[in-house]
């Protein structure tokens, strides 16, 4: 089944980048969606069914801690696994993430293949095949 994604951050080149990656890592991917901060990602949300979020956390308007806990709140969001995309931060800002509903934290740059056994390991999907 081919996932659906929603690409969270302020910067049109990281989206791009953050785009491309999902190509390359080789999971079955349907439609990505784009949207510059945590307000235009809920408006997506409300428009399209969406099996994860990949969201920056510093943006303007609502930032990714924003997002996490807004979409933790509510009993459809919350089924909706988020991994955090961002610059290092410190081990105490990915607990409180973690803590507020963030399925993970991967650091920027990624490879395409730790994005892809992120998201096989969070949406608990083995491969069937080497």
């Known amino acids: 089944m081919a996932l659906d994604m929603l690409v969270v951050d302020d910067s049109p080149v990281t989206r791009k980048m953050v785009r491309r990656a999902i190509g390359l890592c080789g999971l079955e991917i349907g439609q990505v969606l784009e949207a510059g901060d945590g307000a235009e ?8 069914r969406v099996d994860l979020v990949l969201a920056d956390i ?9 997002l996490v806990e807004r979409m933790s709140a509510d009993a459809e969001l919350s ?16 607990e409180r993430l973690l803590d507020i509903g963030a399925r993970a934290y991967l650091a920027k ?3 395409p293949e730790a994005l892809k056994d992120l998201v096989l390991e969070i949406l608990g999907r083995g491969e069937s095949h080497g």
């Open 109 to 111: 740059p990624f490879r």
């Open 58 to 66: 510093n943006m303007p308007v609502m930032n990714g801690m924003e």
């Open 79 to 94: 089924k909706i696994p988020v991994i955090i995309v961002a610059t290092p931060i410190s081990e105490q800002r990915i």
């Open 41 to 48: 990602a809920l408006s997506r949300m409300a428009e399209h």
